[in-house]
């Protein structure tokens, strides 16, 4: 006749699941104006990366009106473009890799069992969410949140599997 209802809410269950998995944490909220006729408009723009510190990690931005919505919209936009990292045995990374976008450049380097994560700014939290437990990262270039981030996003896309 049919699908039971138990199928159905065991399948529901494990999306619910998957869905509480991810975590979300907010790179940088700030003030934008636009100079309009009758004056000045105020709006925020979020940064948001989203991971489930398993090997898959996403960056978002969302501008609105609200800081609650420009939240929510960043996070949907992160969740929109995931990527998947090859994580090693140690939770590293395989190899050495560079990342540039714009004037940002980023530089990531495997690192010894028990090292941690030795990063700084959007960079380690990216890290973290995708799960990498002992990695070396250095920024280069600039110090935009948003730029450096995308880097680090190019970064990890260019990770080879082993």
């Given amino acids: 006749m049919g699908i039971s209802n138990s199928k159905v809410s065991s399948k529901l269950s494990k999306e619910k699941d998957v869905s509480r998995k991810w975590k979300k944490q907010v790179v940088n909220i700030r003030r934008v104006t636009k100079v309009v006729k009758g004056g000045k408009k105020l709006q925020f723009a979020a940064i948001v990366v989203i991971g489930n510190e398993n090997g898959y990690v996403g960056l978002g931005l969302g501008k609105a009106n609200d800081v609650s919505d420009a939240v929510r919209k960043a996070s949907n936009n992160g969740k929109r473009h995931i990527v998947n990292v090859p994580l ?38 990216i890290l973290e969410l995708v799960g990498l437990k002992n990695v070396m990262a250095k920024q280069l270039g600039c110090n935009n949140l948003l730029n450096n981030a995308r880097a680090t996003i190019a970064a990890l896309e260019s990770l080879k599997r082993v």
């Avoid at 560079?98 to 994560?117: D, M, N, T, Y």
């Avoid at 030795?118 to 380690?124: C, E, K, L, M």
């Fill in 88 to 125: 090693t045995s140690i939770n590293s990374i395989p190899h050495l890799v560079e990342g540039h976008f714009g004037a940002a450049q980023v530089l990531i380097k495997p690192a010894s069992a028990g090292s941690g994560v030795i990063a700084g700014g959007s960079v380690r939290i």
